[in-house]
């Protein structure tokens, strides 16, 4: 959703617009009724760890380089800002859900699956629009959002790669493939919606929307937590197969039949696609790395493009001559974003902040494995295929990624809960 965004000095996309007047709107209504309600018992570890990361974050202000202030500064405090307005966010919507029915919770969590095919929808659209050459994603947003001086609105809003135009979607290639991938477990495995033809025929959409980005990160991502749930319900693995089978061959034969892009991928471009996978991530990790050694409490919060952009802190020297025809400015705006949510976290925060991230999401992991509900095990599928993603890009650092953590652990614990009750309430009505 980063297409759509206001510049007053720091960016606002629509869901930071969304988030603000939801917190306000949750707070007009505690007040109204005198009291916020605590978060549930089961999520108050993870809303913990959460609030940890930022304590954590704030600390970091004193590893910054201040011989690079302003811009280190700037940086710091811009992102703790957007941090901690976000954290605020992700505790209003657990205490929320928390004092609401389950029946709610479950609407809540259909309705972001809902999103995430209509995201796919828009891939669609998009692609489409693309090959018949207009941009529908500057012909919508460009004509509601307002950007920053600097913006070089005469670029395509599209991604165009090869002989293909790649989805973008709402929020750039790699982050759009994992958003709309992350619900395929839950569709395909626990069934949020009751009927089965339903659940299916959006796992589809979901699969078409992750294909058309051809993002190889969030298609690995994918694979990688079906095998999960086949390493923990081996019994069930050949139903899920059974499943996937029967989702993907309408939409590998859609993609065959229309698209003559498709074809050609698949008959002569996919070996050379996939020889080009991870291509300049190694030559960047492990600078990256020989840094965090260096400076294991880290460089300071939103400091990487500080660093990589301002001083020689990373050597480069790898990546350049693998971009042997780029120059130093090009390669460095290029890798101002280390590609790696795990190696960001050590870089900018250091062990400490990479603790109590892994604490946050093995909490999140913990309260959804031990509801022992079909629900839960897609949840932990879902929440290793965003750990996976993040090995590779910064798609851990979207705001979507942690709401859909947070809507959806608490979901599985709350519908849980209510199938426990549910007999001993029948037992006594009787």
């Known amino acids: 959703m980063r297409l759509w965004q206001y510049y007053v000095g720091v960016r606002l996309a629509i869901y930071d617009l969304l988030l603000l007047a939801f917190i306000a709107y949750y707070f007009i209504r505690a007040a109204r009724r005198g009291r916020i309600p605590l978060p549930m018992r089961e999520l108050r570890p993870a809303l913990l760890w959460l609030c940890g990361i930022v304590a954590v974050s704030t600390l970091s202000f004193f590893l910054l380089d201040f011989n690079l202030a302003p811009i280190s500064t700037s940086q710091f405090w811009k992102r703790l800002a957007e941090l901690t307005f976000q954290t605020v966010g992700l505790i209003s919507v657990v205490c929320y859900l928390s004092e609401s029915p389950a029946s709610v919770t479950r609407r809540i969590l259909q309705i972001y699956i809902l999103g ?40 395509p809003f599209y991604f165009q790669w090869d002989i293909f135009y790649r989805a973008v979607g709402f929020a750039g290639v790699d982050a759009q493939a994992t958003y709309t991938a992350s619900v395929i477990p839950l569709l395909v495995l626990a069934r949020p919606f009751r009927k089965t033809v339903v659940n299916l025929t959006l796992a589809g959409i979901c699969i078409a929307g992750t294909a058309i980005t051809f993002s190889r990160n969030g298609t690995l991502s994918l694979l990688l937590a079906l095998m999960l749930y086949g390493a923990i319900r081996p019994r069930l693995f050949v139903r899920l197969l059974l499943k996937i089978t029967i989702v993907c061959i309408p939409v590998l034969t859609a993609a065959l039949l229309f698209s003559s892009g498709a074809r050609e991928m698949l008959s002569t471009r996919i070996y050379s696609s996939l020889g080009e996978v991870g291509m300049g991530r190694l030559e960047i990790y492990l ?19 500080v660093v990589i952009m301002n001083t020689d802190e990373i050597d480069l020297t790898k990546v350049s001559i693998l971009y042997y025809n780029w120059d130093d400015l090009r390669i460095r705006e290029a890798y101002a974003n280390v590609h790696n949510n795990w190696l960001n976290w050590l870089f900018e925060g250091g062990w400490p902040l990479m603790l109590f991230e892994c604490g946050y999401f093995v909490s999140l992991i913990a309260a959804s494995w031990r509801t022992r509900s079909d629900l839960g095990i897609a949840i932990v599928c879902s929440i290793m295929l965003l750990l996976v993603s993040g090995l590779f890009n910064m798609t851990l650092s979207q705001f979507s990624s942690d709401l859909f953590f947070i809507i959806a652990t608490t979901a599985a614990v709350k519908l849980s809960k209510k199938s426990l009750e549910e007999p001993v309430t029948k037992r006594a009505v009787e």
């Open 116 to 155: 995430a095919a209509a995201s796919s929808f828009y891939s669609f659209f998009e692609v489409g629009c693309a090959y018949l050459g207009h941009d529908l994603g500057k012909a919508i947003f460009g004509r509601i959002s307002t950007y920053p001086p600097d913006f070089d609105f005469s670029a």
């Open 287 to 305: 600078p990256v790395w020989k840094s965090i050694v260096q400076h294991p409490f880290g460089h300071g919060l939103n400091q990487f493009s």
